[in-house]
């Protein structure tokens, strides 16, 4: 009955993500260029200087229309020079003031590029791992606006190179595609109900202020669904979008990288430790447990196995990822998960980001 029970309860999951590959946003296929004054591209850097030229790159087949402004905060190896040499004065570049107490660096940079900012109407947020087609931000801002939410989130199409970056990364966007109603959480005024990529954001500057901009948010590890959540409880709509078409991004190039990357913040996910034991519990039960009772006999275990392998390879082809044979490693994914939880409370009072904190007490 409990196997019988996990099936339906894979199926109806199953079901979920493909009503939400559906109906997930999707950018125009062309857009007008933006205007003068329209549109500013806010792109913080710290010791990015290994791996910012693709990016600056890609801001500079933009239209010409759209203000770049890149704020160096604090970097010591280089970043501000590869900024200077690649975007020359195609791009504003600022240097970061000093981290105030209270403030974690990223939001903190983020602050000092919106208030750097000027009138434009739409303001949007960039990682140094990003590259941009050079149609992006005019059919982001044209889907912002015809969605008429006030913060858009376009996930870019994420690459993996590593064995681990191949097993971890695709879980981001599995995740809300299969747990997260899409077309609620853009009707509801609840904050809780919101996701967000701060790798590319879009927002109108109004809604921005409106919310108290990143500075509602100054001491969040995930300033990204922090930012989302402060929009709502402001009035204005968030929603997400695929991104796969107007941008790509590797977050790590390394598993060293990505499990630090992990450990930094995914304890902030899921607001106590309470949370993420019932959510891994959940999780492993459905994708790893039910699975494994193939080895005993359980033919639902394969039913239980097939039905997480399809909801991965249904995120993967909504979102631009690569569906094989990645997704039949589906219940190790979810295995590895949990252990970077459980690794990300286990560090969280002393893990630091680029020689910063990244957990305020």
Known sequence: ????????????????????????????????????????????????????????????????????????DGSTDGTADVVRRVAGGRATLLSGRALPQGWLGKPHACQQLADAAGDAEVLVFLDADVVLAPDAVARAVALLRTTGVDLLSPYPRIEAGSPGERLVQPLLQWSWLTFLPLRAMERSPRPSLAAAGGQFLVVRREAYERAGGHAA?????????????????????????D?????????YTSWRELADGYSKSLWASFGSPAGAVAVLALLLALYVVLPATILFGQWAGLAAYALGVAGRLVSARASGGRAFPDALAHPAS????????????????????????????
């Open 1 to 72: 009955m409990a196997l019988l029970i996990g099936c339906a309860a894979l199926a109806a999951l199953l079901v979920h993500t493909l009503v939400n590959a559906r109906l997930l946003r999707r950018p125009p296929a062309a857009a007008p260029a933006p205007g003068p004054g329209e549109v500013a591209v806010l792109l913080p850097l710290r010791d990015e200087a290994g791996r910012i030229e693709p990016c600056l790159r890609a801001l500079l087949a933009l239209p010409p229309a759209v203000r770049l402004l890149v704020l160096d």
């Open 217 to 241: 948010v100054r001491d969040k590890v995930l300033e990204d669904i922090e930012l989302a959540r402060a929009v709502k409880r402001a009035g204005g709509r968030i929603a997400l979008a």
């Open 243 to 251: 991104g796969a078409a107007l941008a790509r991004c590797r977050m």
């Open 334 to 361: 979810v295995l590895l998960f949990a252990w970077l939880v459980a690794r990300s409370y286990r560090r969280r009072a002393g893990t630091t980001w680029k020689g910063r904190p990244t957990w305020l007490r």
